[in-house]
């Protein structure tokens, strides 16, 4: 049974860093593309960032060049290194296979960014 738990979460202040992680049981983690997103309240969810399985990575505008989206396929681990934080990173950040699959999400981590 595939499923992926979230960690990593915590409230930080402007400018500084958190890295999240995911973990995935199960044998499929290395055949498919990975991604990272998060839905803040009384928003919609939103794709971060995506890994496709040959290496190419792609970010939302709002994050690129302070996200790092990365995995380590024999740990069957996936990360999102995020750095100069800013307070509209504040949601919950979720992890996925990249197109997502609805029966693959998890509770998610919350990322709070304030003064």
């Known amino acids: 049974q595939v499923q992926l738990v979230e960690s990593g979460g915590g409230s930080v202040q402007p400018g500084g860093s958190l890295r999240l992680s995911c973990a995935v049981s199960?044998?499929?983690?290395?055949?498919?593309?990975v991604g990272w997103y998060r839905q803040a309240p009384g928003k919609q969810r939103e794709l971060v960032a995506t890994?496709?399985?040959?290496?190419?990575?792609n970010y939302t505008d709002s994050v690129k060049g302070r996200f790092t989206i990365s995995r380590d396929n024999a740990k069957k681990t996936m990360y999102l290194q995020m750095n100069s934080l800013k307070p509209e990173d504040t949601s919950v950040y979720f992890c996925?296979?990249?197109?997502?699959?609805?029966?693959?999400w998890g509770q998610g981590t919350q990322v709070t960014v304030s003064s």
């Open positions: 199960g044998s499929i983690f290395s055949i498919y593309g």
């Open positions: 996925n296979f990249y197109p997502p699959s609805n029966r693959y």
């Open positions: 890994l496709a399985r040959g290496g190419t990575t």
